[in-house]
């Protein structure tokens, strides 16, 4: 089965929140400090480490 990565990261997301119920704050904070960094200077560092 092939699942496009948005979607699996959408369903893991969702039962995350579900599960474990953090607070609405900390998944703003998250996604957004996610987003922010993808597209900083530190960008290609992460592109590193993911790898």
């Known amino acids: ?3 496009p990565l948005w979607l699996a990261l959408i369903a893991v997301g969702a039962l995350g929140v579900k599960l474990v119920r953090p607070p609405w704050w ?3 904070v998250l996604l957004l400090g996610g987003y ?3 597209d900083s200077l530190f ?3 992460i592109d ?3 790898k």
């Open 1 to 3: 089965m092939d699942v």
């Open 26 to 28: 900390l998944v703003a």
């Open 36 to 38: 922010l960094l993808a």
């Open 43 to 45: 960008a290609p560092v």
């Open 48 to 50: 590193q480490l993911a």
